[in-house]
């Protein structure tokens, strides 16, 4: 994000702390579908992700006099998400089977070609599993990057590390992921050859 969001941000939240509530509602439209996107790659299903979003909100909108003006919105809202998703998902990881069916059950789009939607289902299914096997020092670099949407700089400010150890382990994640995903992968030839 550039130094134009930072600004706009700042002056939303102004806004706000000085009694217009309802300014509030730009930063969550700005920012909702992220948050909730982010939820959704811990949480694996559509409702818990959006509860634990507007939770988010909440908390952020209760905390708003903490935020420093001048810093990134962004960064500092992630933070929260952060660690409430860490806080959520340490209840709701016992119950993962009854999420993950919950999340099946909400797809309502029927899918133009089954078989491709299927295939697709598959392979983010595969991916947020093998996300969910990372160590946590290259897990949270990948979900605030790519699920939160964060740029470096920001996933850099949520996890109290520099850009360049945020980009090595981003480096590092991808490699294991692709090792991952690749190892689960049929390998050519593999079906159909039974005489």
């Not at 700005?30 to 634990?52: I, L, P, T, W």
């Not at 697709?120 to 093998?130: D, H, N, S, T």
């Not at 109290?160 to 992921?177: D, I, N, Q």
Request: charged share 35%; hydrophobic share 40%.
């Amino acid at each position: 994000m550039g130094s134009d969001s930072v600004t706009d941000d700042n002056d939303v939240v102004k806004k706000v702390l000085s009694g217009d509530r309802e300014a509030y509602r730009v930063l969550v439209d700005k920012y909702g579908s992220r948050v909730v996107a982010f939820c959704r790659s811990r949480m694996r299903s559509e409702e818990d992700a959006r509860d634990a979003a507007q939770d988010v909100f909440l908390r952020a909108y209760s905390s708003l006099a903490s935020f420093r003006a001048g810093e990134s919105f962004a960064a500092w809202l992630f933070a929260i998400t952060g660690n409430h998703v860490r806080t959520r998902f340490r209840i709701f990881q016992s119950d993962r089977r009854k999420t993950e069916a919950a999340g099946t059950e909400l797809a309502t789009a029927a899918p133009a070609d089954p078989a491709e939607d299927v295939e697709r289902k598959f392979r983010e299914e595969g991916l947020r599993r093998a996300v969910s096997t990372l160590p946590p020092n290259l897990r949270w670099p990948v979900e605030f990057y790519y699920f939160a949407e964060l740029s470096v700089v920001e996933t850099a400010r949520v996890l109290g590390l520099g850009e360049e150890a945020v980009k090595t382990r981003l480096f590092r994640a991808r490699k294991v992921l692709r090792h991952l995903l690749e190892e689960k992968q049929p390998k050519p030839g593999s079906r159909g050859n039974q005489k």
